[in-house]
């Protein structure tokens, strides 16, 4: 059950992913400037953050198995649109509903996990999740790479969408809500009682310290994977596609093997939750001011620890869903996660078009002749969200310890698992 839920992620991880090396193609194929092509990507983005709430309160009330199939359809018709469209605006159209289902798929895999798995296991299992999840990201990187090259635009994202229907078909016939029932159903959904859930979940301190969490740590991985990080290893720091492919593979492989030391970590240090993310953001700092600073092109080698460290980022902001699973009761546990998801897209959102805004206003007239400078420049925009984000994580650390006993955090972990 829970291989078959997390196909169904990997291939929505797949289906965000699958522009970040087609980011030049697509200026080609549609006449696109900078701040167009991040306009692909910041709807995307709003349609995923906004919808984090929205999803979380029809997981509560319909169960995880019906969002999460709907989800999958949602997907493979619109990247089957995105493959045929052959205007801007209808790409972006295609892009929007990618966003819609997108949103359907990580939520409902949490909340399968918090009731199939118990105590330890389920930061360990989360953190797998996202991790194993991420095989979609290096789907999206060196064989999206090929099929472009290869086959051709339509063609590659027509295949790209017929994977899709193998997973629906699965989910449909495997996934179950819970041990106990194929399908759950929860109380109806009316303004008091989704203010009254809403209110709870983002009351507790817990919640907000989960919250700008998943803020700080993955925005830059986000950028990077998603639309700009392609562009800028090839235009800003002079490699080739196949090396600019190779180094986005490997943000992958650093998700991949970070995410079950980080789930296993916090599974057993529950207090220390706040300390690792910070620890993480602050080497993410370090590493992207000393590639900014670097003379000219940035070390091949430099450029490698840049993708470890942002690629350990990505696992980091899964923290911020196990305050949320000891900040929440059950019942309003998949709310709080959209309250927290939503965090982390909206500060790659404001990322993703301030870095193409920058890069338009760098390069002179326009195009996607972008140089190193100018990218730069554009770079540099991540440096704000993360004051913001490491600011409130303090500030909200210091809440949460207050309302929250060390020893009982800690005994309650170690008698679950």
Known sequence: MWGVALTAYLLAIFHRSSLAVAGLAAADRFHISAA???TFTMLQLLVYAGMQIPVGLLVDRFGPRTVILTGAIVLTLAQAGFALAESYGA????RFFVGMGDAMTWICLLRLVASWFRGRRVPLVTALSGTLGQLGAIGAAAP??????????????????????????????????????????????????????????????GTRLGFWMH??????????????????????????????SLLLSLIVVAVMYSG??????????????????????WAIVGVWTAVLLWPGPAPFWLLVVLTQVIGIGGPA???????????????????????????????????????????????PGGGSDYSAGAFRWAMCTQYPLWALGLLQVWRYRRRTRA???????????????
């Open 215 to 244: 803020f700080v740590t993955q925005f830059s991985s986000v950028a990077m994977t998603l639309l700009w990080g392609f562009p800028f290893l090839v235009r800003g720091e002079g490699l080739s596609d196949s090396r600019a």
């Open 91 to 94: 790409a972006l159209l295609a």
């Open 317 to 363: 902001s899964m923290i911020g869903f196990d305050l949320a699973r000891t900040s929440n009761p059950a019942e309003r546990l998949a709310s709080a996660n959209g309250i927290i998801n939503q965090a982390g897209f909206s500060a790659s959102l404001v990322l993703v078009v301030a870095i193409g805004l920058v890069l338009d206003w760098r390069t």
């Open 260 to 281: 079950p030391t980080i789930g296993w970590f916090i599974g057993r240090h529950p207090w220390q939750r706040s300390t690792t993310v910070l620890t993480i953001v």
């Open 36 to 38: 167009q092509l991040a």
């Open 144 to 205: 999206m790479t090929w099929a472009l090259g290869h086959l051709g635009w339509t063609k590659a994202y027509l295949v790209a969408a017929a994977v899709s229907i193998a997973a629906t078909i699965a989910v449909a016939v495997v996934v179950e809500d819970s041990p106990e029932h194929r399908t759950l159903r929860g109380p109806r959904l009316t303004f008091s009682t989704i203010r009254a859930s809403l209110r709870a979940s983002w009351q507790h301190p």
């Open 403 to 417: 309302v929250v006993n060390r020893a009982e955090l800690t005994a309650s972990a170690r008698a679950e698992g």
